[in-house]
């Protein structure tokens, strides 16, 4: 790669300081025999540079460790990603923040004024729908509800809470999916329960709705059915897969059902979801990952693709959670998180050959003409798998971490060597996802591809001065492009938590960009925020859809971003995947898992 499209570090020479005028020592008390010294020196360096190329053989990755170390941090103590000229402290950008409460307002009032109640709200046409024929469950309101709790939003909170109070029915004889309902409905609800000083409306509500769950559970091998008809309170299986269940969806119901279990002393929604990861562990795969399916009669994973995007994310996501929430008393979790880390590392994170940018890759399934299983590296990264990189840091404050608490930022000092491992990582992995926001738009694919050597493609890309890092994989030509973007939340969160981790100014920087890139592209003039169909295009076509997560997890994370630290402490929550906090809490019995 041609010099001048490389980062350089100014390098300077300091003038020599003059010696002092009254320095009156007598020169011969320092004469040197120089040719003698010259000859010793050349004697020496020889054995000493064989050392060091013996201990960079060694140990390979020190030299690079050392050379990113040097260049992200201002001083040896100081941990990648963080600066103190950038340490900007953990307080309020009041201006900011505000902001974004104001486009919290322009999305809800005009879901309000045009579908209140409603499941999903379609801004251009000022229409709502609902998941079901039967009718909806009030995901768009229960969904937004701890948002508006956490913004002050006393007016709006008012009215939500009337509608739940007065409208909402889980009566519908109709099919909706398991985690869907869970992590958005019984989270929403759970968390509007913790947040309004333990309201009884939202915790008898999250009540009669686990109760229409359960039955899901009711498989030989205890996971999970991916779909639930509410009205009958009977499991189903997906048509098309009818053996088959997600393992992202079947290990993303815990938080849920074990604070659920904490508030109401019922140990079966704690029994049934933990069994789930008592199934998970007992069948896991060799090399410590997880495929995105498992077999429904036996608990088995099935060979399927491995990544830590779509159907595979959460499950990740949940073995840190878990261990967090019960506030580090259940080990195994820990064991299950840290091993899991160790293969992701081992097998996944990825640098690309050109950039060096780091990236999380899938795994393949292939089998030969003999039936021999293998597995294919293919350089794709969904953004759902940008939860990563925060998720990591935190990691390596807790599991990571040689003292509890550590600094902000934290010091190398306070990491063992794992936790160094998925700081330096979760930093660069959130350094990647902001670099997919280099678009158009200033928006994200939902898929990035990254090259590579086997593309054939580095000798055209150098003479067209296409970037040779990463791509989104276009239609045809003369087709239309892809559905590739929305303003999808994952990255977000994880700048949320890394400006939390550190207080560096950088994090809320790329978190106010992409705000405004939101603001600029998805925002609807009368009213709400549309999804938008091709990142790379200016101006953008909106797709008539504002997603839920919109107000549950982009704007609400955003608004952390530039809310004062001691906003929902994360020593104090944890936050679901649906971004609905829920406390930290020590479980009242032991629990037989763990």
Aim: charged fraction near 25%; glycine fraction near 6%.
């Amino acid at each position: 790669m041609p010099d001048d499209g490389l980062r350089k570090r100014k390098t300077g020479s300091k003038p020599e300081k003059e010696p002092p005028q009254n320095a009156t020592a007598d020169e011969s008390e320092f004469d040197i025999d120089s040719a003698a010294l010259l000859q010793y020196l050349k004697i020496l360096w020889i054995p000493l540079l064989l050392c060091f190329g013996l201990f960079v053989y060694i140990n390979p990755s020190t030299l690079s460790d050392i050379a990113s170390f040097w260049i992200e941090s201002d001083d040896w103590q100081t941990s990648p990603g963080s600066s103190t000229k950038s340490f900007v402290g953990l307080g309020a950008d009041i201006e900011k923040r505000d902001a974004v409460v104001e486009a919290f307002k322009h999305a809800w009032r005009s879901y309000e004024r045009d579908a209140m109640g409603d499941d999903e709200y379609h801004p251009i046409s000022h229409k709502g729908s609902n998941l079901t024929q039967a009718g909806g469950i009030g995901y768009t309101v229960i969904d937004s509800i701890d948002t508006m709790l956490i913004m002050g939003l006393e007016d709006d909170y008012a009215r939500a809470r009337k509608w739940v109070d007065t409208r909402l029915s889980f009566d519908r004889d109709a099919e909706f999916n398991t985690f869907e309902t869970t992590i958005r409905v019984l989270g929403g609800l759970l968390s509007a329960y913790e947040l309004t000083d333990h309201d009884k409306l939202y915790l008898d509500r999250a009540i009669e709705l686990a109760d229409r769950i359960l039955p899901v559970f009711d498989t030989p091998s205890g996971l999970p059915l991916p779909n639930i008809n509410l009205g009958k309170r009977e499991g189903v299986s997906d048509p098309y897969l009818p053996l088959l269940v997600s393992t992202a969806e079947v290990a993303t119901l815990q938080l849920e059902f074990r604070y659920l279990s904490y508030l109401t002393d019922e140990d079966i929604y704690w029994e049934k979801v933990e069994s789930v990861m008592r199934t998970i562990k007992e069948n896991q795969m060799p090399h410590g990952l997880a495929s995105i399916y498992m077999h429904v009669e036996t608990g088995q994973f099935v060979p399927s693709a491995i990544r830590l995007g779509s159907r595979g994310d959460s499950y990740y996501e949940y073995l840190l959670k878990q261990y967090l929430q019960t506030n580090q008393t259940e080990d195994v979790y820990r064991q299950m998180y840290d091993n899991a880390m160790s293969a992701v590392h081992e097998n996944l994170i990825t640098k690309s050959p050109y950039t060096r940018m780091t990236y999380t890759s899938e795994l393949i399934p292939e089998r030969n003409s003999g039936g021999q299983l293998s597995w294919r590296l293919t350089p794709k990264q969904d953004h759902l798998a940008c939860f990563f990189g925060g998720s990591l840091m935190l990691g390596a404050t807790i599991t990571g971490a040689s003292t509890l608490p550590v600094s902000i930022p934290p010091r190398q000092s306070e990491f063992m060597d794992h936790g160094k491992r998925d700081w330096k990582d979760g930093v660069e992995l959130i350094k990647t996802c902001v670099d997919t926001h280099d678009t158009l738009t200033g928006l994200s694919p939902e898929i990035a591809h990254f090259r590579i050597p086997s593309d054939g493609m580095i000798d055209v890309l150098s003479k067209s001065g296409v970037p040779a890092d990463w791509y989104i994989k276009g239609a045809s030509p003369g087709a239309e492009a892809p559905y590739d973007a929305r303003y999808i939340p994952e990255t977000v969160e994880s700048l949320f938590l890394a400006f939390r981790l550190t207080g560096d100014i950088r994090y809320r920087d790329w978190g106010w960009d992409i705000f405004q890139s939101i603001e600029k592209h998805c925002k609807v003039e009368t009213g709400g925020y549309a999804t938008i169909m091709n990142v790379d295009e200016v101006p953008s076509r909106k797709e008539d859809k504002m997603e839920t997560f919109l107000m549950s997890e982009t704007l609400k994370y955003l608004f952390l971003l530039f809310e004062d630290a001691s906003v929902l402490s994360l020593d104090k929550y944890v936050f679901n995947t649906e971004a609905h906090p829920l406390p930290i809490f020590s479980p009242h019995v032991r629990t037989g898992f763990s």
